[in-house]
């Protein structure tokens, strides 16, 4: 299989040495539009399965010329640009795999989870496969709901839940991944939340809660944010009683009270604002005084937790079972030269890019992390190198959402 990697960032470098390293991928494109990233990284791939390209997706022709012979596209640039990417699959009859939506569209005005997969039958009309929201939250967080909601009988709440206890040398704030998604993310977007049958929308930062992560991340307060799961567990994993699906990540109390100051000053948009002769924007204010997440690498010490919770019951008995993954921020670095984030993010899309080469997924059509069959999934996540793990906790101790 040939694989065209679009974008060799740290989450695109990891997937693509993943794929490479199993022998039904023959070869992998990479490429980018800083012409230095795949060069770096093609060295890093066996001996003949690397090609470099500098491209610019938003370029239609030479996305479509770089298509031509190709048999899965891994999009690892930014969630804006994957309804362009998609539509150059359908034209030219690639498969396809990405690792977030961008949107929602009546906030920011780009495409949400509903408009990739509302491309199923023109996917399925193609015979071709189109793998959406596979990193690790959504994806492998995605896969966890979907094998718990298997090993219950009935499932009444659903909760992602993603801790990092990490510090980093020299640097006050340190989103671990972009910083604007990180602030849009936080301060923007009004949460989605599944409950009772429906997708509600909270103020942002508005819901926290304290949750202990196994060892060695431990306690943390966490906070709902928005984030597909939200949408996709009520979408596909409520037919065994689902009354609630939630996500929430861990943030540092002097990041939220950073953001939270930001709003009460009447900071928390985008528009231009005139001061002293002179206009700015303050999110890009804010994300311009943050450091990159390539800034990071090698500097962030710690671990980062992703699971899933379920709450429901198997055999007529309460169960609360959580499944999850960790990542050591400093062993990512030693084994990949990433932080935690594109360790954890990279594995899980390979992981799906793996299963459609091996023909574990034969379904056509736009295919979510929860349509599909979780076990070698689950597998292939071991095998390279994002081992997970199950705990059972505390039955009588619900979430308090
Ligand atoms: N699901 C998850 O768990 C999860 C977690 C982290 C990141 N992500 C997603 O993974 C993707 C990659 O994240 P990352 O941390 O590697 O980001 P990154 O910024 O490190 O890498 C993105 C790469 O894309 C390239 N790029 C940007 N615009 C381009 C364009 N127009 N044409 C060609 N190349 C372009 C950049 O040069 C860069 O090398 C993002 O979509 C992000 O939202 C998902």
Redesign the pocket.
């Known amino acids: 299989m040939r694989v065209l990697q679009?974008?060799?960032?740290?989450?695109?470098?990891v997937t693509a040495r993943t794929l490479a390293s199993e022998p039904e991928i023959t070869k992998v494109v990479l490429?980018?539009?800083?012409a230095q990233?795949p060069a770096a990284v093609a060295g890093k791939l066996p001996a003949g399965k690397a090609e470099t390209l500098r491209?610019?997706?938003?370029?239609t022709p030479a996305l479509t010329k770089a298509l031509a012979g190709v048999d899965l596209v891994v999009?690892?640039?930014?969630?804006e640009?994957?309804l362009g990417i998609m539509a150059a699959c359908l034209e030219t009859g690639t498969n396809y795999l990405?690792?977030?939506a961008a949107g929602p569209r009546d906030v920011v005005g780009t495409a949400d989870v509903d408009e990739e997969l509302a491309l199923d039958a023109d996917f399925k009309k193609k015979g071709l496969t189109a793998l959406v929201?596979?990193?690790?939250?959504?994806?492998?967080?995605d896969v966890f709901a979907r094998s718990l909601y298997d090993q219950f009988d009935t499932v009444e709440t659903l909760t992602i839940l993603d801790g990092d206890n990490s510090c980093v040398d020299g640097v006050n704030y340190a989103p671990s991944?972009?910083p604007s998604?990180m602030v849009e993310e936080c301060l923007i977007l009004p949460p989605y939340a599944f409950e009772n049958g429906e997708l509600i929308r909270r103020r942002p930062l508005s819901t926290s809660l304290e949750f202990t992560f196994p060892d060695p991340v431990g306690r943390l307060k966490v906070w709902n944010v928005d984030h597909?799961e939200s949408q996709l567990m009520g979408r596909f994993l409520a037919g065994k009683g689902l009354k609630k699906g939630n996500f929430f990540i861990a943030l540092d109390q002097s990041w939220v009270d950073l953001l939270l100051t930001w709003r009460k000053l009447g900071f928390d948009h985008n528009k231009e604002i005139e001061f002293a002769g002179c206009t700015f924007r303050p999110l890009d204010l804010l994300v311009s005084r943050l450091p990159?997440?390539?800034d990071l690498i090698g500097k962030m010490h710690g671990s980062v937790c992703?699971g899933a919770l379920a709450e429901g019951t198997i055999g007529g008995k309460r169960v609360r079972r959580f499944m999850y993954q960790i990542t050591s921020h400093d062993q990512a670095y030693e084994k990949y030269g990433v932080q935690g984030?594109?360790l954890?993010?990279?594995v899980?899309?390979a992981c799906a890019g793996i299963m459609l080469a091996k023909g574990l997924v034969k379904e056509k059509g736009v295919l979510a992390p929860e349509q599909i069959d979780p076990q070698p999934f689950l597998d292939l996540m071991t095998t390279h190198g994002t081992p997970w793990a199950v705990t059972d906790l505390p039955p009588d101790e619900a979430l308090p959402i």
């Not at 679009?6 to 470098?13: A, C, F, H, K, Q």
């Not at 490429?31 to 800083?34: E, F, G, K, L, N």
């Not at 491209?55 to 370029?59: F, H, M, Q």
């Open positions: 679009l974008g060799v960032g740290s989450v695109g470098e490429a980018d539009i800083d990233r491209l610019d997706v938003r370029d999009n690892a640039v930014i969630p640009l994957n990405d690792m977030a929201f596979f990193g690790i939250d959504p994806g492998g967080s991944f972009s998604t597909e990159k997440s390539i992703v984030t594109g954890q993010t990279g899980p899309a």
